[in-house]
């Protein structure tokens, strides 16, 4: 094995074969243009990859399904979270392998995924010289997701006009709105771990595997992608009583009640979810295929936290 691909190859990747007909679909508004910037579309036709360029008012999952009905055999998407969200979904249930070219504005899941955020054209070599594995997807009574869905005040915050360009700004003013003097709390109920009812929780964010949340070298970041375990934070409102603010924990399944329609954000998307709500981990369900010269593992995959060094990434799955 050549030394470019020696770093992936110890997460679990294992070399991948050509594909006959290879799909991109490339949003060019994602993350202000990127992909227009770094002329994504363009470099990937040289490379014999179909690029089919998103535009306004087009639908993402009409386009993957006719790329998957004309006999695609791997498709990969060029734009942001919520758009990566939808066409992993069409390749997982057809058994395609996915590329994630991260040209959206943070790139969260190619980070976990182990691919260079700052090599977009880079990123093609996963056509033509990648490597494979399978991870986790997770869903949310029927609808799928890569990275999380969050709950309460931060669901609440996605929908606001100002969240892409101020989020945090936004999220603190919505969280000062709902749990202020004069603003109930979003009414969400849930049942942690250890048995204990959040009755009135601000907060709750789902993901799909755990995040590293104490973790000095890579805060924010999960380690693993293929734990089959989803991950659950809580916060609770001022309000819920003298128990500590918030809970972490990971299972396979959770359920979230509510008495009327949630707002949430789903890969940073905002919708409106019916209760009740069913989360679930759905196992090595994604062939994802990246560069054989990206890192491969996110950098809490890479870095364990010092002195443990047992929580470094093993290879889940061999050829």
Not at 56 to 85: F, I, K, N, T, W
Request: charged fraction near 20%; hydrophobic fraction near 40%; aromatic fraction near 4%.
């Amino acid at each position: 094995m050549s030394p470019s691909k020696e770093r992936p190859a110890r997460y679990g990747w294992w070399p991948s074969d050509p594909p006959r007909r290879p799909v991109l679909l490339v949003n060019p508004r994602s993350g202000d243009g990127v992909a227009a910037r770094a002329g994504v579309a363009e470099r990937a036709r040289e490379r014999g990859i179909e690029a089919v360029i998103l535009s306004p008012g087009q639908s993402l999952a009409a386009l993957v399904r006719e790329a998957v009905a004309s006999g695609a055999d791997v498709l990969g998407m060029a734009g942001g979270d919520g758009s990566l969200s939808v066409v992993a979904a069409a390749a997982a249930a057809h058994g395609l392998p996915f590329v994630c070219v991260p040209a959206g504005t943070r790139n969260h899941f190619a980070l976990d995924l182990g691919v260079d955020r700052r090599d977009v054209l880079g990123a093609l070599d996963a056509f033509t010289d990648g490597v494979e594995r399978r991870i986790d997807m997770a869903q949310v009574n029927d609808r799928p997701f890569l990275n999380n869905v969050s709950l309460g005040i931060y669901g609440e915050a996605v929908r606001q006009a100002a969240y892409r360009d101020a989020k945090v700004r936004t999220l603190v003013e919505t969280a000062e709105q709902v749990l202020g003097p004069t603003g109930p709390a979003p009414r969400l109920q849930l049942v942690d771990d250890a048995g204990q009812l959040h009755a009135r929780p601000a907060v709750v964010l789902v993901s799909n595997n755990p995040y590293a949340l104490d973790h000095p070298p890579a805060p924010g970041t999960r380690p693993a992608l293929d734990s089959a375990r989803l991950g659950i934070v809580v916060l609770d409102a001022p309000e819920s009583g003298p128990r500590p603010a918030g809970r972490a924990w990971s299972a396979p399944y959770v359920d979230v009640s509510a008495p009327a329609l949630i707002h949430a954000g789903i890969d940073g998307e905002a919708v409106e979810l019916n209760p009740p709500l069913r989360f679930a981990t759905r196992p090595a369900a994604l062939r994802v295929r990246i560069s054989s010269r990206h890192p491969g593992a996110s950098p809490a995959g890479r870095f364990p936290p010092a002195g443990n060094p047992a929580q470094a990434r093993r290879p889940p799955f061999t050829r």
